[in-house]
């Protein structure tokens, strides 16, 4: 048989071992990012990576626009400058009085203001939208590093089981063979 395909019969096998040690189900119920952890914990490679960095990378420059529309906009920058340019805009105006370009009641002002928050809020919501998805593959990733630390430390204690196993067979053995000697040597003394 191919070693290669003895090495996947064995991953395989170890992988359902430890689908039932550790999660308490056969293989066939593990998701595909259960099975890749169990693949990842046994080749012993790491899991954690810059979730953040790699999802930026897919960013379209549109998409890079628009989170920068809706930090600024999110930002007490935007609202002192909006709200110095809206006193501005109407001290002028009721100082101008008869050549004001905009009279009171404003209603360039509302018109722009109007169309402001029609372009500011699906940009903003677009943004949210992202920073949910984004938000959802960190937490996906939490789950993978979280199940992974887990299986490893279920490991760690099955090795220390049988370290202590081991140590206690030895300790019996040796403890055995003194209760041997200490047999012989009151048999010996009574002769």
Same mark, same amino acid.
């Given at each position: 048989?191919?070693?290669?395909?003895?090495?996947?019969?064995?991953?395989?096998?170890? @992988?359902?071992?430890? $689908?039932?040690?550790?999660?308490?189900?056969? &293989?066939?119920? #593990?998701?595909?990012?259960? %099975? /890749?952890?169990?693949?990842?914990?046994?080749?012993?490679?790491?899991?954690?990576?810059?979730?953040?960095?790699?999802?930026?990378?897919?960013?379209?420059?549109?998409?890079?626009?628009?989170?920068?529309?809706?930090?600024?906009?999110?930002?007490?920058?935007? @609202?002192?400058?909006? $709200?110095?340019?809206?006193?501005?805009?109407? &001290?002028?105006? #009721?100082?101008?009085?008869? %050549? /004001?370009?905009?009279?009171?009641?404003?209603?360039?002002?509302?018109?722009?203001?109007?169309?402001?928050?029609?372009?500011?809020?699906?940009?903003?919501?677009?943004?949210?939208?992202?920073?949910?998805?984004?938000?959802?593959?960190?937490?996906?990733?939490?789950?993978?590093?979280?199940?992974?630390?887990?299986?490893?430390?279920?490991?760690?204690?099955?090795?220390?089981?049988?370290?202590?196993?081991?140590?206690?067979?030895?300790?019996?053995?040796?403890?055995?063979?003194?209760?041997?000697?200490?047999?012989?040597?009151?048999?010996?003394?009574?002769?």
């Amino acid at each position: 048989m191919p070693r290669e395909t003895h090495d996947n019969s064995d991953a395989r096998r170890e @992988i359902a071992d430890g $689908a039932n040690r550790y999660l308490g189900r056969p &293989v066939e119920l #593990l998701t595909d990012r259960e %099975r /890749a952890v169990f693949r990842r914990h046994l080749a012993r490679r790491a899991i954690t990576r810059d979730s953040n960095r790699t999802f930026d990378e897919t960013l379209t420059s549109g998409q890079r626009l628009a989170d920068k529309v809706a930090e600024f906009g999110g930002s007490w920058t935007f @609202i002192m400058i909006f $709200a110095l340019v809206l006193a501005l805009w109407v &001290v002028s105006n #009721l100082l101008a009085t008869a %050549r /004001a370009f905009d009279p009171y009641p404003f209603i360039f002002l509302n018109l722009i203001l109007s169309m402001l928050a029609a372009v500011q809020a699906p940009v903003i919501m677009m943004s949210q939208n992202r920073h949910s998805v984004k938000d959802r593959v960190d937490a996906a990733h939490d789950y993978e590093v979280n199940l992974k630390a887990e299986i490893e430390i279920m490991a760690l204690h099955d090795k220390l089981d049988q370290m202590r196993d081991i140590e206690l067979k030895s300790f019996v053995e040796k403890q055995q063979q003194q209760i041997d000697l200490l047999t012989a040597l009151l048999v010996h003394q009574n002769k």
